[in-house]
């Protein structure tokens, strides 16, 4: 009863936040757009007065695929390069965003206000860019502890009695191994930023302990929780899928259904990211003795 | 000439079995015994080997290669050229089952006559004192023209594990170049030579074979449990005392012998027209047995109407494990390496195109015989020009290696694109020893290259034309031997008498450029401008009156346009280029290609909208096709599609890296 009821909770949540969603879509969609217009440029300018790509949304061809990419590779390189930078910036914007997130979240239906939401972000950012540091050097070692043993296996039976099958099969398994343990450290980084919200202190090292053995404790009820939230992202997927497959390759007008149809279901991402932290905020705060002292 | 008179002398008197007369001159036939001891991959065999000397001189030794001692250790040149690595897999060094190599324990004349002391190492292309590839035998009596000589050999060939393209994976087998084998004695006239000489080379990373034709009789001794399968037809099969297999192939009109072996092969046959067809597959990869079938049978349908029915009495396709990979991918007569994984999709044609690429090689490497190593070209440029047609023909243009709704790609372009996105493709010319491409540029020259460069050829002088050379040059020169020269002869006869003086006196021009030179061709549609004009002004004589422009009426505007083409690179080839105008109407111009700059004028009421330079495709040597075209308007449909989808993909990397560490 405690997943589905704050499953509820948080859906309801997530769907009065909407002022929430636009602005944390408009943040997303404001940090995309910053790499995708001068892309936008240097393709144009690549391309210039060529006819090659102008049947491409036809048919794929494969070579005037081909020549523009590599026509467009070195400036490609330069963007490739500030992807990195960009997604570390996003990072520090992203956990920036979060106390703010969870402050409308304790408060409920209470009205959103910029004012309050930048108090929060700004109050809570060094705690929660700890807590990222921390989940991204674990998901790290992760890997390592994961991928290091299974690649070892790999390279023993490939030079054995290895056949594709079995390749196939231990990848997966190491796959899902990867995920169920890397989800398992999300959740942690989940509920350690919970746990030092709720108890307003400073012991992110506390904190995450903390969280650690409530979550172990309560595995029953946070991984379901999770799983439930998970489905709901597979759903939009699928759909969205389907939309993409309908719409094809959009020029002019259809492009334009494209572009609109995305961000529609990029503003839903939003609220869903919303509806999943909100539905693990609850249900944690019912858990007994969530706090730190 | 006279040599080579002399050396088809032969074919009317050599072997004839079964009733039929053979193919090839019979020049180098081997008689091996060989027992494989699966323990230690060993392989001890006794050879007899019956040489005929096809040529007006008097030869005094004999050359043999031992391929396998390229596996002996890191200071081989196939080693050192490789850096012990092939195909992206690096040689373990510090595993002693990792090498591989081949003694000859005795070599004698019938009658006692002892050659092994003789025998030395020479290493006649690079020098390399490590290199173990090549012996020389100096014979007691020289062998006169036309005269046979015997001889036997014991050797021990210790396999390594599988490298590059033979030894042994766990319990499968690739057992290629593993017998010492005799050099070719090429006569005078042969191939360019001007003299008699011994082709012998080195074992190099990027070398393949080159071998006399023969007749193959191998016996083979293994354990029971092993399922094998070899060049030729199998003619006997018999337990010996210690209860092991002995089985017996023979080939005839063969340069090469090569077999495999393990017990976990299943073993499909099948039959085209009178071939017998055997599929050895890994039991995973049955259900892709159909896709192997259908692709070769597809070959050798083909093959039959381009070129001539495969004339061999059976061919076995190896599929290897997946830990015996190394070994796919490779032509023996008769006998090929294919190679595919586990749940290959459909759409994914890699089977299949390796399957039709290695058949080809029949054609090229085993039925005419084609030097692989020092005119690569004309085996793997020309057998990857048929694989693409082939590919292309069965599976559709443009879809025929990936073939998915928004992704597909197709073998004659992938074969381009193999040229084309070279980092430096003036690196070298197609027309080198393979051993000799600087940096890594023998597969895209030798393969892409110059299958390029025939499809371009084809373009030219039209599909029917290049069918005829093709036919003829193979007719001619089938289980022969020709050169580079050879061929571009057949051509500039074919193309001569087709065409007349279209393409010039001949076709050397062509080759010259891009196959013997290492330049490359770039045509670029600069610009196309267009310019609104004034009325002419002045005087001019109408009827023999005076009249001034002023007092004639232009109902239109009239405008100048230009179009103008460079040439950016040094390659020339004859061009089209297509002007459409704004009411509809289009001319098409023919260029020559010859200046480094070309202008196309044209005064009037119509505006040029838009030009293409080689509007059919024909010259797929450009290296870059995105500037050959211009448009006054372009549409960036394409591009503004790519962006909104660079959007969507990045706002959701950041959002599911918020979800995961935010």
Known sequence: ?293 | MKNILLLLSFLPVTQVICGQAALSPHVASYDIRVELNTEKHVLTGTALLNWTNPSADTVGELRFHLYMNAFKNSRSTFMKESGSRFRGTAAKKEDPETWGWIDITRMSLPGSTDLTSAIRFIQPDDGNPFDQTVIRVPLPEPVLPGKKLKVEIDFITKLPKILARTGYSGDFYLVAQWFPKLGVYEPAGMRGNEKGRWNCHQFHANSEFYADFGIYRVSMTLPPEYRVGATGVRIDSVMNADSNQVLTYLAEDVVDFAWTASPRFEVINDQWNDVSVHLMIQPEHTGQARRYLHALKSAMDYFAEALEPYPYPSITVVDPPLHGLQAGGMEYPMFITAGTVAGMPERVRLPESVTIHEFGHNYFMGILATHEGEEAWMDEGMNSYFESKIMDHVYGEQRSIYDFPRFHVGSAENQRLGYTGMRNPRIASPARFSWEFPHGGYGSLSYNKAATMLFTLENLVGRPTMQEIMKTYYRRWKFKHPGGEDFIRVVNEVVRKNHGTRFGENMNWFFDQVLFGSGICDYKLASVQVKRIQPPAGIEEVGGNKVTYRNIEYSEELYENRVIIHRLGDVVMPLEVKIDFDDGSSVTEYWDGKEETWEYRHEGSRKIVRAVLDPENKILLDLNRQNNSFTLHPRQGTIRNWAVNFLFILQHLFHIMAIFLA
């Open chain 1, 1 to 293: 009863m405690h997943i589905i009821k704050n499953y509820l909770r948080g859906a309801r949540f997530s769907i009065r936040s909407w002022q929430l969603v636009t602005l944390l879509y408009l943040v997303h969609t404001l940090l995309g757009l910053v790499m995708v217009l001068p892309f936008y440029s240097a393709m144009k300018d690549t391309i210039g007065p060529s006819m090659a790509l102008e049947n491409f949304h036809e048919s794929f061809q494969y070579t005037a695929w081909t020549e523009f990419t590599r026509n467009f590779s070195q400036k490609m390189q330069v963007f490739v390069g500030i992807i990195g930078y960009a997604l570390l910036f996003s990072l520090f914007v992203q956990v920036f965003l979060k106390g703010g997130i969870l402050a409308m979240i304790r408060e409920d239906y209470a009205r959103f206000t910029l004012k309050r939401f930048a108090e929060a972000c700004g109050t809570w950012f060094m705690r929660f860019l700890q807590v990222s540091l921390i989940v991204l050097l674990l998901h790290l070692v992760l890997a390592f502890l994961i991928w290091l043993p299974a690649s070892l296996i790999l390279q023993h039976q490939f030079t054995h009695t290895f056949t594709g099958q079995s390749l196939f099969r231990t990848v997966l398994i190491t796959l899902i191994l990867h995920f169920m343990l890397g989800s398992l450290l999300f959740l942690f980084g989940e509920y350690t930023r919970y746990t030092l919200f709720l108890s307003d202190k400073t012991g992110v090292f506390r904190a995450f302990r903390k969280a650690v053995v409530l979550v172990l404790n309560k595995i029953y009820l946070v991984y379901p929780l999770f799983l439930l939230l998970l489905v709901n992202g597979i759903l939009l997927s699928l759909v969205w899928f389907f939309l993409q497959k309908a719409t094809g390759f959009g020029t002019g007008l259809t492009l334009l259904l494209l572009f609109l149809l995305q961000q529609a279901v990029f503003w839903l991402r939003n609220m869903l990211r919303l509806w999943l932290t909100a539905s693990q905020f609850y249900l944690y705060s019912e858990f007994p003795n969530p706090l730190i002292s």
